[in-house]
């Protein structure tokens, strides 16, 4: 059963950095791209960052492009994302994804399974 559970939100002040990880576990991880996504209050789902099985690719949103870090160990199976020079605009629930193979871009159009979310909440 595939699971993946979501650590490393809370609350930061503007400015500040933090970084998320996601925990997975009844699959072969190295095999397969992983993501993140936000959804914030009353927004649909975003898609933030993607990273193939072998982390040789990534992809962001040009929202977060140079302020977020997506990357993995696989020998962990745990994929992370750096966040810096938060905003309150980055305020949301983040979520892990797997996708459907290696391949990144399988993250960004249709993951296969979802973490329950983390909160991220970028507060003075």
């Known amino acids: 059963q595939v699971q993946l559970v979501e650590s490393g939100g809370g609350l930061v002040q503007p400015g500040a950095s933090l970084r998320l990880s996601c925990g997975a576990s009844?699959?072969?991880?190295?095999?397969?791209?992983m993501g993140w996504f936000r959804q914030a209050p009353g927004k649909e789902r975003e898609f933030l960052a993607a990273?193939?099985?072998?982390?040789?690719?990534?992809y962001y949103a040009d929202s977060v492009k140079g302020r977020f870090t997506i990357s993995r160990d696989n020998a962990k199976n745990t994929v992370y994302l750096q966040m810096s020079s938060l905003t309150p605009e980055d305020t949301a629930e983040y979520y892990c994804?797997?996708?459907?193979?290696?391949?990144?871009?399988?993250?960004?159009?249709?993951?296969?399974?979802w973490g329950q979310g983390t909160q991220v909440t970028v507060s003075s």
């Open positions: 009844g699959f072969v991880f190295s095999r397969y791209a």
């Open positions: 994804a797997a996708g459907r193979d290696g391949d990144p871009n399988t993250v960004q159009v249709a993951p296969s399974s």
């Open positions: 990273i193939s099985g072998r982390a040789t690719s990534t």
